[in-house]
């Protein structure tokens, strides 16, 4: 398997993990829909998450929130809609980023970008 998706995986468990010690309860993890896919589902605080999970080796120059642009936002902002829609959820949901940096010893940091398309765009 190619390095990057080794990594990607690696983070997206580790972003699991990490969600549920801050409160998330997961739903489903890798849901493939016909316009796209979502990371990870979750509940917090009355409210579904939908999770992007980007991960990166320290020492890039972009970090990897800023790899998470417009088009990749309407994508997960239609997917989010429709899987909402597939599981007839019809309260509050929002769009988080789990941004994980990898140092160079192994050890990684995650970081969480809550509500990302507050004020841009209503899910």
Known sequence: MAKHIDLGAAGEA???RELLKLGYR???TNVRMKMGE??????????MVVVEVRTRTLGRMV????TVGPSKIRKLVRTGRTYMES????????IDIAAITVGSDGSPKL??????????IEP
């Open 14 to 16: 580790m972003a699991a």
């Open 26 to 28: 997961l739903i489903d």
């Open 38 to 47: 979502l990371d990870i589902v979750a509940e917090e605080g009355g409210e």
């Open 63 to 66: 970090p990897p929130e800023a």
């Open 87 to 94: 599981v007839g959820w019809e309260g509050p949901w929002r």
């Open 111 to 120: 970081e969480v970008f809550r509500d990302i398309t507050v004020g841009i």
